[in-house]
């Protein structure tokens, strides 16, 4: 089975532009959910999908928004970047009845 | 608010030797703790896990224990070799169902050779 894989590996935008990051589950996963990790902050809990529904939301403003489609995949978007959103953002995603959540490589944003 | 702790913060071991990393956690609703490694430029891999009705879960080097009471649960790493330097998050989830993690802050771990 193919691992979570994220799209794309790297990004550099400027502050005030959008972001999209995309996450594509393991095959029959349906829980999705994304973190952001920074040196700083370590691991922080964004958001969590379950059938193209939030499930939960962390403490993140307003900018920070996710969806997820009807095959799972699921995306994240970053409105009016600011320096400080420079992170990796990780997507997980877990089978149904498992607790278990395996992580993508990420997708290295760097504001500037 | 939840919060989970991570002790230490680096831990230098000379290869062969133990290593021990001790997180605590302050939701007690939290029922499944699992651990993550985490080598440079690449994904947090679950290496080990352990669930709220269960004090002890061992994978070959790898053991990890969980004390419901006093909210604490630590990794223990044996025979250790100079592959397991990687950087290890604690985790503890909330709600049975969910996949919201509170992560501990990390531990580096420099196994010597």
């Known amino acids: 089975k193919a691992g979570v894989t994220q799209t794309p590996r790297y990004l550099i935008k400027t502050r005030g532009q959008q972001v999209t990051l995309s996450c594509s589950p393991i095959?029959?996963?349906?829980?999705v959910s994304w973190y952001q990790q920074t040196p700083g902050q370590g691991l922080q809990f964004l958001f969590e999908y379950f059938s193209e529904t939030q499930r939960n939301k962390g403490n993140f403003p307003g900018r920070f928004s996710g969806r997820q489609f009807s095959n799972s995949r699921s995306e994240m978007n970053v409105s009016t970047l600011e320096l400080g959103d420079s992170a990796l953002y990780l997507c997980?995603?877990?089978?149904?009845?498992?607790?278990?959540?395996?992580f993508g490589q990420g997708t290295r944003l760097t504001v500037v | 608010g939840e919060n989970v702790e991570q002790h230490p913060s680096t831990l230098s071991v000379q290869e062969g030797d133990s290593a021990v990393i001790k997180c605590t956690y302050s939701d007690s609703a939290s029922n499944y703790f699992p651990w993550y490694k985490q080598e440079l430029g690449k994904r947090p891999q679950l290496i080990i896990d352990i669930r709220s009705n269960v004090g002890e879960k061992k994978d070959q080097r790898i053991a990890v224990t969980l004390n419901k009471t006093a909210k604490h649960f630590s990794l223990h790493i044996t025979e250790t070799q100079p592959e397991d330097s990687a950087v290890y998050f604690c985790a503890a989830s909330g709600t049975s169902g969910t996949y919201k993690y509170i992560f501990g802050t990390g531990t580096r771990l420099k196994v010597l050779a």
């Open positions: 997980a995603s877990s089978p149904r009845g498992a607790a278990e959540a395996f």
């Open positions: 095959s029959g996963h349906r829980s």
